[in-house]
Structures are given as C-alpha cells and as structure tokens.
C-alpha cells in the first residue's frame, strides 16, 4: 500500500526514524552499560515491538494489561510498577514480571512475601522531592504527589529483600536535568544505594532529541555505577518514539465564521490529548509562518474547543495555499503518548495503526471501526 492509499485518520510509524532512535539508545546502553527498557505508557506499537527487541532489554509496565502486552510482543525482562496493586491482579503480574516496584511500604508489607516467594526481584520506588518538569500535571515529584516515598517516610529497617531502587523526577528533560536529580537522590538516599543491587534512574530522559547531551549521560551513568556497584535502568518512552511518525487527517469541510474553519476526521480531544493536557501546539507538514491563507483546524466532534491548538493559545496555522476539501493534514510527532491515550469520545473513529517501512511499503497494523466503540461502551 502506497501512502496516498491510506484511509485517514492513521498513526502513521516512520520505521526508519524509529531505527534511528533505537541506535542512539543502544549507544548508550553499549558505552554506560545501563539497561534500556521501554516504557509502554509511553510507546505501545505493536507493529514496531520486533524491531524494539533488536535494541532494547525489555519493557517497563504499569500494571497487568502493560505486563500481558509486553509478554505478548517484547523480549527481555518485565519491569511492573503500579501506584498500587490490586490483590486479584497481583499474581499474575508476578509471574510475568522480571522485577516489580513497588510504590510505598505498605504496599511492600502487604505483598513482600507473596513476591519474594515467586522469585522476582523487588523494588521500591523513591520520591526525591526534586522538581523538573515543563508542566505540573506531569511531575511525578511536585507537592502532594502519591508517586514514590520521601525521605520523611523512608522505613531502612524494612529494606530485607528490597533489591532495587526506582525514582521518577523528569519528564521530556535534558542530562543536566538528570545531573541535579542525581544529587539530590544522592543527597537523601545515598545510604541505600550500596546496598541495592540495581536503580532505576525513571523516565523523561529526551535521549533522542537533537540537543540531548548524550556524553554527559552516559558520563553520569557510568560514574553511578562505579561508585555504588550498581546495574542502572532507564525507562525511556517518549525518547522511543521522538519525532518518528505523524497522525494523517484529511479535510471534511471548511467554514467561514470570522476565520477559515477546516474540519478534519481527527480530534484533539480524542487523538491528540496531550496538545489538550501539556497543552501545545502540534506542527503541520507544510505550514509556512508568512503565509496568506490562515485556518483553523477543527476536530470532527462536537466539543466547542476541539480546536487543535486552542489549548496553547497558538490556534491559527498559515500556508501559503488555499485548504481544499480532501486534502491530506500531517500532524507531526504524533506517535508517542497518543495511541496509548486516545478515546472513542462522541462516537468518533479511532485512526488506524500503519508502519511506514523502510523500503517505502505503508503496512496496516490495526484498523478500527465500530466495534471498537461498541466495546468500550
């Protein structure tokens, strides 16, 4: 299939960027000697997990259905983290997973023996009360968060078969941001660390980003694990699927009411929810800043503001031609972070999964029609 066959609205998966990707992560893995596991909130395409499997060292969950998804379509080892657990889940999550963190002591206490027994490595995940991420909603570490356990709450003497360490503190951050968390994780749990066997350094590493400074993680990974005799984990999931595919949409109709309306197949609100939620503007594949031809691109629901940009107040996109009905709208980076979130709300379609391969074949993945809606309702 060609990409003008594809039926829109699609998550299209750019297999060469993806490959890009992965080949700055495995420098890193290959020179710090960290584990890389992927972090399944963030990136779960199914039609990519062999060629994740090329790379990386298994997957990082966030309960049951993550743990079963990886099982199903990953290699390596299973890491499974939850808030907290559920006793009618608990089981099985321990027989899938290669490690599994938990949230607090109590949550420890509750199930340590039940863990211990099945053999899996167990983990406690830390809050170092260190604050760096470009939105609230996203920091794993701002004030009152539920996610990990503060020094001020830290039990040692409940640390006997406790093998790891886990904390989370970034979210689409730099190595320097990484640097500063280090030493504050050093600063409050530095008595601990020696005696884990593995820490995992969380999520929100922008490894593949152009500007990432990748010599100074692997620096810091390294210098980590020489001076507490640890194995180091990262858990990227963003940085797996960074600016390696886009979300196509095609034009319905335009109207005119004070601007140029187009109305496409797709949604903010249920394709895009980040843009809504971060909030930002998505690019578009040949929007051009001095163009004459202004529009503002419209979700096909009925939710007034399912404007795509209205949320970052930067609304209007320009081109330097007219919209027509028909024409195709490329939604760049659009691959991380939305097929794990999006809904069928007001009935709409979900966009079907295509993997654009390297020797140009367009190849579905998954389509998706009413009996989607119908299942989740």
């Given amino acids: 299939m060609k990409i003008s066959e594809i039926k829109t609205p699609a998550y299209v998966c750019e297999e060469a960027k993806l490959r890009k990707n992965l080949e700055i992560l495995k420098r890193v893995k290959d020179e710090s000697g960290a584990k890389i596991f992927v972090a399944l909130k963030g990136f779960a395409f199914s039609g990519a997990m062999d060629l994740l499997n090329s790379y990386l060292d298994g997957a990082t969950c966030s309960g049951l259905h993550e743990a079963k998804y990886a099982a199903k379509y990953l290699k390596g080892e299973i890491c499974t983290y939850s808030p907290a657990f559920k006793d009618d889940e608990i089981d099985e999550i321990l027989t899938l997973s290669s490690d599994v963190v938990f949230n607090s002591f109590n949550q420890w206490k509750k199930y340590r023996q039940k863990a211990l027994n099945s053999g899996v490595s167990c983990g406690l995940r830390i809050n170092p009360e260190i604050s760096l991420s470009p939105c609230e909603a996203y920091n ?64 929100g590493h922008h490894i593949t980003r152009k500007d990432y400074d990748v010599d100074l993680l692997i620096e810091l990974i390294k210098k980590f694990r020489e001076k507490y005799g640890v194995s180091v984990i990262l858990e990227p999931g963003e940085a797996v699927g960074w600016e390696c595919g886009y979300l196509l949409a095609s034009v319905l109709d335009i109207v005119q009411n004070g601007r140029n309306i187009a109305i496409l197949d797709t949604s903010a609100e249920a394709h895009m929810p980040d843009t809504v939620l971060m909030p930002y503007r998505p690019a578009v594949r040949g929007e051009c800043e001095d163009g004459k031809f202004e529009y503002l691109l419209g979700g096909n629901t009925c939710l007034a503001g399912d404007i795509i940009g209205l949320a970052a107040g930067q609304s209007l996109y320009k081109f330097s031609h007219e919209l027509n009905i028909g024409d195709k709208i490329i939604f760049e980076d659009q691959i991380h972070y939305t097929i794990v979130k999006n809904t069928t709300f007001n009935g709409i379609k979900l966009p079907d999964l295509v993997l654009l391969k390297e020797n140009g074949e367009a190849k579905i993945i998954r389509k998706f029609d009413f009996d989607e809606y119908e299942r989740r309702n």
């Fill in 140 to 203: 794993p570490c701002g004030e009152n968060s539920r996610l990990g356990v503060s020094l001020r709450n830290f039990e040692p003497n409940e640390l006997e078969g406790i093998s790891g360490l886990h904390f989370h503190a970034l979210c689409e951050e730099s190595a320097q941001s990484l640097q500063a968390v280090l030493a504050e994780v050093e600063k409050k749990f530095g008595k601990y660390l020696s005696q884990m066997k593995w820490i995992n350094f969380g999520g």
